[in-house]
């Protein structure tokens, strides 16, 4: 058995390639078939063949010729949590004078708690669903961090159970503060209520 040392070496090797998706599988095909020529020659060097010219084929068609099939959309997930979509169908008007505005370093649940305080200021006294509650704070506080449904649903559930509970959650889903929330509210809103210059 005769041994044999093959060593390939592409140096600065750089494949540039742009196109549509339905473009891709011949894009690869054709790429492959390149390398494939690279390495026939030293295969035929090591069974003792002489290396014969390379047939060109390209049975590729051009990408202008390629028929381009509408591809079917995507339905968008519901949230859930009691109330889906992409917006809350609650309004409010942040007033940075009377609410202060939320900072980064607060955890979910003093998130959520501080803008179930806002909601009430705002008229909305049933409070918000983890959807709602997490779109709005999005909308208009994403500076001091995004809150997600599922994160604001598990956090305040956490929170609505015995006697130290801080909110409660209705049976349609929505949670609200109860006196001590409304306490722990409190604290959260002076800690960055803008202070009175005198």
């Known amino acids: 058995m005769s041994k044999f040392k093959m060593k390939l070496k592409l140096t600065g090797l750089e494949i540039e390639v742009e196109g549509n998706r339905e473009d891709i599988p011949l894009m690869t095909q054709n790429i492959g078939s390149q390398f494939a020529g ?3 020659p030293a295969a ?3 069974e003792g063949e002489s290396p014969s010219p390379r047939k060109v084929t ?3 068609m051009p990408a202008s010729q390629v028929e381009s099939k509408p591809r079917p959309s995507r339905k ?3 949230g859930g949590g009691g109330g889906g979509g992409s917006r ?3 309004e409010i008007k942040p007033d940075h ?3 202060g505005v939320p900072t980064q370093d ?4 003093d998130k959520s708690i501080w803008l179930l305080q806002v909601l009430a200021g705002n008229g909305h006294t049933d409070g918000g669903t983890a959807n709602e509650i997490s779109t709005l704070f999005n909308e208009h506080f994403l500076t001091a961090g995004k809150l997600s449904r599922q994160n604001v649903d598990t956090l305040l559930r956490k929170v609505a159970n015995g006697s130290e509970a801080l909110v409660v959650r209705s049976n349609n889903g929505k949670f609200s503060l109860t006196q001590k ?12 209520k803008p202070k009175a210059e005198v």
């Open 97 to 99: 004078e009377l609410w």
């Open 44 to 46: 035929n060097v090591v």
């Open 38 to 40: 690279l390495l026939e």
């Open 58 to 60: 390209n049975d590729a």
């Open 181 to 192: 929330g409304l306490a722990r509210a409190a604290t959260l809103v002076s800690e960055v």
């Open 88 to 90: 809350s169908t609650l």
């Open 106 to 109: 607060w955890t979910g649940t």
């Open 76 to 78: 968008k997930r519901n």
